[in-house]
C-alpha cells in the first residue's frame, strides 16, 4: 500500500523539464526517475512527445473542466501550472482553486524541487490557455490528469492497471 501510494504521489507529479534543446530523449521503456528528496519530481523516463500530447488534450478541453467546475460536479478541482526559473521549468497542481474572467489562482501544491521561485502553499495565477493540465474527481473516478498517462507506460502493467482503473476515460 505505501508503495502504491507513493506511485500515485508520482503520477500526480509535478514535472520538470528543460528547453527542449537540453532535454535528454526519453523513451517510454525507461523508468521515470524521481528526485530523492521528493518522490513526486518527475525528471524524465518518459515519451516527450506523448507528454506534449497530454499537454495540448489539456489545453484543448479545459472549458470542459471550467464548465464542471463551475457547476461544482466533483471534488479535488486542480490545474497544473508550468513554472519557469532560470532555464528550468516545473509543473506544480494548484489547489483551493477560483476561476474568473479567463484566469485560475490556486495554491502550489507540491513541494518545488528545480525551482526556487515559489513555495508550498503559496498562492498563484495563471490564465487558461498556460495550464499543462487539469484533475478533478467525481465518483470515484479521476477526470483529466492527461500528464499521468505517458508515465503508465513507464510501470509494470499489473500497477499501471490499477492507475488506468482510476481514470474516468482510461
Known amino acids: 500500500m505505501v508503495r ?36 513526486t519530481l518527475v525528471r524524465g523516463g518518459y515519451d516527450q512527445a506523448e507528454m506534449d500530447a497530454a499537454i495540448a488534450k489539456a489545453r484543448a478541453t479545459v472549458d470542459t473542466f471550467i464548465a464542471e467546475f463551475e457547476q461544482g460536479n466533483g471534488q479535488n478541482f486542480s490545474v497544473k501550472a508550468p513554472i519557469t526559473d532560470g532555464e528550468e521549468t516545473e509543473h506544480f497542481w494548484l489547489g483551493q482553486l477560483k476561476y474568473d474572467n479567463g484566469t485560475f489562482t490556486g495554491t502550489i501544491d507540491n513541494v518545488p524541487g528545480v525551482v526556487g521561485n515559489v513555495k508550498l502553499g503559496q498562492s498563484w495565477t495563471i490564465e487558461k490557455a498556460e495550464i499543462s493540465d487539469w ?36
Not at 528543460?18 to 521528493?38: C, G, N, R, W, Y
Not at 477526470?143 to 474516468?168: F, I, Q, S
Request: proline share 11%; hydrophobic share 40%; aromatic share 4%.
Open 4 to 39: 502504491s501510494t507513493a506511485v500515485l504521489l508520482l503520477m500526480l507529479a509535478a514535472c520538470s523539464t528543460k528547453p527542449a534543446a537540453t532535454q535528454p530523449e526519453a523513451t517510454s521503456s525507461t523508468m521515470p526517475v524521481a528526485e530523492e528528496d521528493d518522490p
Open 135 to 170: 484533475m478533478f474527481m467525481r465518483d470515484g473516478k479521476m477526470h483529466g490528469n492527461y500528464t499521468m498517462r505517458p508515465l503508465l507506460k513507464t510501470l509494470p502493467p499489473d500497477e499501471a492497471a490499477v492507475y488506468r482503473a482510476m481514470l474516468a476515460e482510461p
